[in-house]
């Protein structure tokens, strides 16, 4: 019986690897060829004189009511102009970024064919970390200053938490979780569990469509974070039902366990040892249950409901 039991179990590990590989080799065929334009480097580079061609070309990078010294100004801007010179280092041309970013779209396009290739444009916005990445239908707006390594000198005075998403690394991430806003309905209520639902898919969504990251990138952990959420599972999970938490709405818990933070607040010992965001960690793992144990699209997965793939999970924590 044991020996029947491990073939079974090795013919459907091989018929889902086999389903993988055909997918990925159809994912290679679709055709797609972005349009990357560094206004990074034309800013920069380009003589002060001749701003108003810049202007010209691009009126959607400059706000009305701007007088034009407010550009120059930055044209000129000896700080600026470093920031200009790191990403230059940390870029290059940006060919790789080009390869990876076209190699995520094959995906997108895959999964979701009515998506329209944006026009990528590069951008430095002076470390603004709440637009890392901007990504409307027509264009893929990414703020290069903000990966430039999480010890790069700029970034002092950023809390540890915050830098590690200052990697390169997380450039890929970033774009799938601004494009998550457009498919993913928001959490139907404020329970924890839908709040822990909703990121699992996000998350999810990133295992579909950048299945090269690391699990380290895709949620902004580093690998020993992983190390823990892994060795911890089990103990999160208890104690998220003991609390009885999963279905309360205390506005409170997604600072505890949702939002970065430099741990989670479980209120106990192990508080400092725990990486921030656990709910989302263990929501990306009830998700990806769900997705194990049930014939679904990825589509029909990000309009379920938060208690439709709960309870149909069958998700068993690790111990």
């Known amino acids: 019986m044991k020996k029947i039991a491990f073939a079974l179990i090795a013919l459907v590990f091989f018929i889902s690897c086999n389903k993988k590989d055909k997918v990925e080799e159809a994912i290679e065929e679709v055709p797609v060829v972005l349009e990357v334009e560094r206004f990074d ?11 108003s061609k810049i202007k010209k070309e691009y009126p959607y990078l400059f706000p009305a009511g701007n007088e034009d010294s407010v550009w120059t100004n930055k044209m000129k801007n000896p700080l600026l102009r470093e920031l200009h010179a790191e990403v230059q280092k940390q870029f290059g041309d940006f060919q790789s970024e080009r390869t990876e970013l076209e190699e995520l779209f094959r995906h997108i396009k895959y999964y979701f064919p009515q998506t329209k290739l944006p026009k990528v444009i590069t951008l430095i916005s002076e470390v603004d970390t709440d637009s890392k990445v901007i990504y409307a239908d027509s264009l893929l707006l990414i703020s290069l200053d903000v990966y430039l390594g999480k010890d790069h000198r700029f970034y002092e005075g950023f809390p540890e938490y915050q830098r590690t998403s200052f990697e390169k690394s997380q450039l890929l991430p970033d774009v799938v979780s601004d494009f998550a806003l457009r498919k993913i309905p928001p959490p139907r209520d404020r329970t924890l569990l839908s709040q822990m ?7 999810y969504l990133k295992d579909v469509l950048i299945p090269q990251v690391s699990d380290a990138d895709k949620i902004g952990y580093t690998p020993e974070q992983i190390t823990w959420s892994q060795e911890n599972e089990g103990y999160v999970w208890r104690y998220f039902i003991d609390e009885n938490l999963l279905y309360d709405s205390d506005p409170k818990l997604p600072g505890r366990f949702i939002n970065p933070a430099p741990f989670s607040k479980f209120y106990l010992e192990i508080d400092n040892e725990s990486p921030g965001k656990i709910g989302m960690w263990i929501g990306w793992q009830i998700v990806r249950s769900y997705m194990k144990n049930n014939d679904v699209s990825l589509q029909q997965l990000l309009q379920a409901d938060a208690k439709e793939i709960f309870d149909n999970s069958k998700y068993k924590p690790k111990k």
């Open 197 to 203: 639902i909703y990121f699992g898919k996000e998350l």
């Open 41 to 51: 480097k034309i800013f920069y580079e380009t003589p002060v004189q001749d701003l």
